[in-house]
């Protein structure tokens, strides 16, 4: 039992990475309230040179915007497992735990350079473009307290030295810097090009894909961080009908190693845990129709997390001696499509209306949910709502309310332990796990163009 408890804790850690790799729908206020669509519409800087770097050749002039996500979710875990009853059998415990943690700021600074008159325009980008972490604290409701109750109890948040897990803690940075040019070879037609650069940070507790001490448990681990590169390509075509057309692939962001340093619960040091994890290539297809009156946009994405290290693994990692270690190899993600469609109204003079929807395939299947069990990284239906404020020929204000819609994974519980033929992934026999998540985010942003 000991292992089974020690091991699910596993699994949950393991999960935050899977946080990580979350692709945002949108980048600043108004790029976030249209859906994300922006491939083919470029109305702002920032949703431009996110999505695609040939669209800039549409500004006419110089414009800087900048912004702030106000990012809230609501993420909890609930699980099922049956342990011993001290006279040869096993009793069910189950309980749920909701996250402490609170908000994320995310920022975005994003700059065009254009002229009128020149068929160049130049950009740079820096993105906060995924954020997340978890808050979980340890079970206190533990069998053996006078008032022990086995249906509000959770054991994949037992402490260590019950057995289980503890306090589940991540905080993850991801910020992107892009350096973007574009040429316009006909007027109709751009082409564009942006290097991406990025740094990441991690501190998770404990360190999920090192091998627990058989008598320590698992460290906790230290703040870490990695750099790391990539690049994205785009085309862009807007006919005089105010039809519009779009296409990008953003590459895989290889990221360097994380160097995971950290101490086991009884203070002694443990050794360094190297893992690799990348942020997985973007291939996005648009089109947009673009009026006096309002815009419309639709564009179509396909993440590629199936082929991404960190993410194309799954399982547990097998020892030289053909055991397996204790370690999460990877979580087994499948690659996702992404549909986001917008709409902005322009009757109202310095005050356009917008308003956004997204949908996405989920990466999870029944077989990995346990490895991203405290958050399902993924929300599968959002919808947003935003405005604008126009004033002084040059400024513009912006503000956006985002909903991620109620999502809910299930599976069970998976033991390296029970391993077999028939069981490749080592499921727990009457064991489950739900994980639940809503996401809210609030945007505000500032630009002028000059």
């Known amino acids: 039992m000991k292992h089974i408890l020690l091991f699910m804790a596993l699994g949950l850690t393991f999960q ?14 108004v790029n976030f309230s249209m859906g994300g669509a922006a491939t083919a519409l470029p109305i702002d800087p920032t949703g431009a040179l996110q999505w695609n770097p040939a669209s800039i050749t549409a500004f006419r002039a110089t414009e800087i915007a900048a912004s702030a996500a106000y990012f809230t979710a609501a993420p909890s875990v609930y699980s099922k497992a049956n342990i011993p009853d001290g006279q040869g059998g096993f009793f069910p415990v189950e309980g749920m735990t909701e996250d402490e943690r609170g908000a ?61 897990f503890g306090d589940l803690y991540s905080d993850y940075q991801l910020l992107q810097v892009g350096l973007t040019g574009a040429y316009r070879i006909t007027d109709a037609f751009s082409i564009g090009i942006a290097p ?11 360190t999920p894909v090192a091998a627990p001490d058989p008598q320590r448990g ?110 999460v190899a990877g979580f087994g993600w499948e690659s996702i499509h992404v549909l986001a ?24 299947t029944e077989d990995n949910v346990f490895l991203s069990s405290s958050a399902p990284a993924v929300i599968a239906n959002a919808a947003q709502i935003g405005a604008s404020y126009l004033f002084l020929d040059h400024w513009g204000v912006h503000a956006t309310y985002h909903h991620g819609f109620n999502t809910e ?42």
């Open 16 to 29: 935050l990475y899977a946080q990580t790799g979350h692709v945002l729908q949108g980048s600043g206020p």
């Open 104 to 164: 994320s700021i995310l920022p975005t600074l994003a700059v065009v350079f254009a002229r009128e008159d020149s068929k160049f325009a130049w950009g740079i980008s820096a993105l906060g473009i995924s954020g997340f972490g978890v808050d979980y604290p340890a079970t206190t409701n533990l069998p053996g307290n006078s008032d022990f109750d086995p249906q509000n109890s959770n054991p994949l948040l037992y402490p260590q030295n019950f057995m289980g």
């Open 196 to 206: 991406t650069f990025n740094y990441a940070s991690l501190q998770v507790e404990p």
């Open 218 to 327: 698992y460290p906790i681990g230290e703040k870490t961080s990695s750099v790391g590169f990539g690049a994205q390509i785009g085309l862009f075509y807007a006919l005089e009908n105010g039809l519009q057309f779009g296409a990008t692939y953003k590459s895989t962001q290889f990221m360097g190693d994380l160097e995971m340093e950290g101490a086991y619960l009884d203070g002694s040091e443990a050794p360094v845990t190297i893992f690799n994890m990348d942020y997985p290539s973007i291939l996005s297809l648009g089109a947009a129709f673009t009026h006096d009156q309002f815009d419309i946009a639709l564009d179509y994405r396909y993440i590629d997390y199936a082929n991404t290290d960190g993410f194309a693994e799954t399982g547990w990692r097998i020892g030289d001696n053909g055991f397996p270690t204790g370690a």
């Open 341 to 364: 469609a917008g709409l902005q109204y322009k009757g109202i003079e310095n005050l356009p209306l917008r308003i956004g929807y997204t949908f996405n395939t989920n990466p999870i």
């Open 409 to 450: 994974v299930s599976g069970q519980l998976l033991n390296p332990m029970l391993i077999a033929t028939d069981n490749p992934l080592g499921k727990v026999p009457g064991s489950a796990v739900t994980s639940d998540m809503s996401t809210d985010v609030v945007l505000f942003g500032l630009s002028y163009r000059f």
